[in-house]
């Protein structure tokens, strides 16, 4: 059987149910503002993988770029030549080592890749001779994320591979912290001696990157030894940049903006009876005589069939509690003591509506995960919105 590739889907230019992510721009740059006061002498290398959290991985780069980070990073080939494809020049890391059959669209399409193995440097060395260019790459060290990365034995011969690589240069080195979220972690001490003593391996083969970093934006806000004392000067972002602190004792004094509002509308009103039963398996009967709303907005969306129960969302600027099971395109909401609710109201499912607010971080709470994992769980099938 020969595999090949279904065509992608494309959705409709023009939005026609009412759900959708708005992203604020202003939010976007604010963020941008604070945290480079946060990372003060640093230079920034902003996230933007997994569509950029959620929020439209074009739109985002092309902000950023605009603001002046240094960098932008994405986990796949195929995210960075999306931002190639979309006129994105600012220089591209690929942080996710998964490269097999894209070493040539690295080379064709700029992209730095991070590298750990000896594979890594002789197929991009290739490549680079093959189109005649020099390739920039990140050496990675492993310093006890136990993820990707050269481990620090490993580390002086790899280095040693990468001299013998004549269109290769090492750009930047570079780890990542496994704990930076857990105040005075252990692991984190540990892993910063090993990322030293890598540093120190790359000093005595006499290589000079011009870039080193291993914060993210819970080493970047909460770990001062991320940033001063240490030979490093680019920091990696992701979270902080779209609003979100990576645990609540992080940036307390940053005024960081979530950037997304996620947004929907009503599709059906109507008054249920006490004892009618409302959605798959009628887990939610109405104790009394009910409105009920329908939305189109369901687990295919990213509107996790565990918040059932649980979650609320934001109607007229009040709650109101999500009724029997979320379905795969549509869930019910009880707006029985919400006065004047009519078809056409804009609901909010995560942001802010009057005096209320949903956050991701309650989201999270309610599906049992995390908020990174809400916001990138938005699904491909909601348009993405900007001024
Ligand atoms: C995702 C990622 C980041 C950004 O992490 P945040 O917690 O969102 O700041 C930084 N570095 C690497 C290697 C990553 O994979």
Redesign the pocket.
């Known amino acids: 059987m020969v595999i090949r590739e279904l065509p992608r889907r494309r959705a409709l230019d023009v939005p026609i149910r009412p759900t959708r992510a708005e992203i604020n721009i202003d939010a976007l740059r604010h963020n941008l503002s604070e945290v480079k006061r946060a990372a003060g002498p640093l230079q920034i290398?902003a996230?933007v993988?997994?569509n950029a959290?959620g929020h439209g991985a074009v739109h985002v780069a092309r902000v950023l770029q605009e603001a002046g980070v240094s960098f932008l990073?994405v986990?796949l080939i195929e995210e960075g030549v999306e931002l190639r494809n979309a006129g994105i020049t600012a220089p591209i890391v690929v942080?996710?080592g998964s490269y097999r059959s894209g070493y040539g669209l690295l080379v064709s399409h700029r992209l730095t890749p991070?590298v750990f193995q000896d594979e890594h440097l002789r197929e991009l060395n290739a490549e680079a001779v093959r189109q005649k260019q020099k390739v920039a790459v990140h050496v990675?060290l492993d310093s006890g994320m136990g993820r990707i990365g050269a481990s620090i034995d490993e580390l002086p011969r790899l280095l040693l591979s990468l001299q013998g690589c004549a269109h290769l240069e090492m750009e930047g080195f570079?780890s990542?912290l496994a704990s930076?979220?857990v105040q005075n972690s252990q692991q984190t001490r540990d892993q910063l001696a090993v990322f030293r003593r890598g540093l120190q391996c790359v000093d005595t083969a006499g290589l000079k990157p011009k870039w080193r970093?291993?914060?993210?934006?819970?080493?970047?806000l909460g770990l001062p030894e991320a940033k001063v004392g240490w030979d490093v000067n680019l920091a990696?972002?992701?979270?902080?940049?779209?609003g979100l602190r990576?645990a609540e004792w992080l940036g307390e004094e940053l005024l960081l903006q979530p950037a997304l509002t996620w947004k929907t509308g009503v599709t059906h009103l109507k008054t249920v009876q006490a004892g009618q039963k409302v959605s798959y398996g009628g887990t939610w009967e109405a104790k009394r005589q009910s409105v009920i709303a329908t939305l189109p907005v369901g687990y295919a969306d990213g509107y996790h069939r565990s918040y059932a129960g649980k979650g609320y969302v934001l109607i007229r600027g009040v709650r109101a509690p999500v009724v029997g099971r979320i379905t795969m395109d549509m869930c019910m909401i009880d707006v029985t003591d919400i006065p004047h609710v009519a078809m056409g109201d804009d609901v909010v499912l995560l942001g802010t509506q009057g005096k209320e607010r949903i956050s991701a971080e309650l989201m999270a709470e309610w599906a049992g995960t995390i908020h990174?994992e809400v916001l990138c769980g938005i699904g491909a099938r909601v348009p993405r919105l900007a001024e």
């Open positions: 290398l996230v993988k997994a959290y990073g986990a942080m996710g991070m990675k570079c990542q930076a979220d970093h291993l914060a993210n934006s819970a080493a970047l990696r972002p992701g979270l902080a940049l779209y990576t990174y």
